[in-house]
């Protein structure tokens, strides 16, 4: 009975020894069985914190437009050819229709019970369903940001290293002064610039602008902006454990022993540097989702990022909520996934309780 107390209280405090320990393999004692429950309690637990995060985002951010000084049902009618934009009667008649003219608390609490049986509304500007919307615009936004991470670790991490390699001379300050430089511009600087340019230098090229795919070269130019503030974090990021590393004895030791220096950096370097750039390839995600609204908007992407745009300008209120829900879904799925692939990478966090 001791052992059995000993081995479910090991796997109640699982969310504490795994945040410790940084380890997935069950620990002494604690059956296979139970530490996938265990575990599948730590995810379902990380999902409960982030369901009433989410629901006080996406109450600012309602919050926000309904006291905002946009009003959807005016922008519709100021639209409108002729004078039905000064009828007072139709904007109410309209505006009681869509359930706007209730109070803030009713029309947000109307809203989550829709949204909890799968209903995103329609949109107040086009009439459109809001799920369709998103639906069609999101697998651009989606590709866009899958190629820029693989862009952002196929070019950062070999530089990373190389800058460390070369700690303090030239390719060291070139590669860091390079990083910290596409760090300082913005995703809405570097794009316009960026078009102006190739125009100027490049007449006979056409202009990078609207969407053909993963594979046009219109998404070149576009996936090179967004990835520049990104790749400067990963670089500096990569330079930083690989120093780390540089002073650790087994590096020491193989070079003592005369292993190639190529060697020593893809097979002994490279997979303790991968933890914390992993991990911070995960958090870029942040870093993504808002140069892609800039990015979207000049190279004409049908992206979440330009439905974003629109629905600001013209207060779509069910078309915000809908984007604010994805974007702090994807957030917090990444942060989930990076704490689940920590350990697989890091062999020293899985030994480090044997060690104790």
């Known amino acids: 009975m001791t052992r059995l107390k000993q081995r479910r209280e090991g796997c109640k405090t699982f969310t504490l020894y795994f945040k410790k320990n940084r380890r997935l393999r069950p620990p002494a004692g604690c059956a296979g069985q139970e530490w996938e429950v265990a575990l599948l309690r730590y995810v379902l637990t990380r999902f409960a914190i982030w369901i009433p995060s989410v629901l006080i985002v996406m109450m600012a951010v309602y919050a926000m437009a309904f ?30 229709s869509a359930g706007l003219n209730k109070p803030f608390i009713e029309q947000f609490g109307l809203y989550v019970w829709n949204l909890l049986h799968g209903q995103f509304g329609n949109s107040l500007t086009s009439g459109r369903s809001v799920w369709a919307m998103v639906s069609a615009a999101a697998p651009v936004s989606f ?18 290293m ?8 030239r390719v060291d300050y070139t590669i860091l002064g ?29 202009v990078p602008y609207g969407w053909g795919g993963v594979f046009d070269v219109r998404i070149i130019l576009p996936l090179i902006v967004l990835s520049f ?22 590096v020491r030791t193989a070079r003592a022993k005369g292993v190639p220096e190529i060697v020593v950096a893809l097979k002994h370097i490279l997979r303790p540097v991968l933890t914390p750039v992993v991990t911070q390839l995960g958090l870029i995600m942040i870093t993504i989702v808002n140069g892609a609204i800039f990015v979207e908007l000049v190279f004409g ?21 809908a984007i604010t829900l994805i974007g702090s879904f994807l ?10 692939l920590y350990p697989l990478l890091d062999p020293r966090a899985n030994d480090s309780r044997r060690s104790r």
């Open 301 to 321: 992407l049908p992206g979440l990022g330009r439905l974003t745009v629109q629905a600001l300008i013209n207060s779509d209120y069910p078309v915000i909520l």
């Open 143 to 160: 590709q866009l940001a899958l190629c820029s991470i693989i862009l952002t670790a196929v070019v950062a991490i070999p530089l990373g």
């Open 67 to 96: 006291y905002g000084a946009g009003d959807p049902i005016k922008l519709i009618f100021l639209r409108a050819p002729g004078d039905v934009a000064y009828n007072p009667q139709r904007i109410e008649a309209i505006r009681e």
């Open 331 to 340: 957030v917090m799925v990444s942060n989930l996934l990076v704490d689940m």
């Open 229 to 250: 503030q990104p790749i400067a974090l990963i670089v500096r990021q990569t330079r930083a454990a690989v120093i780390e590393v540089l002073s650790e004895d087994f």
């Open 162 to 169: 190389i800058a460390a390699l070369n700690q303090n001379n």
């Open 178 to 206: 390079t990083a910290l430089f596409l760090w300082a511009i913005p995703a809405y600087v570097a794009g316009p610039l960026l078009m102006v340019a190739l125009i100027v230098l490049l007449p006979m090229i056409k």
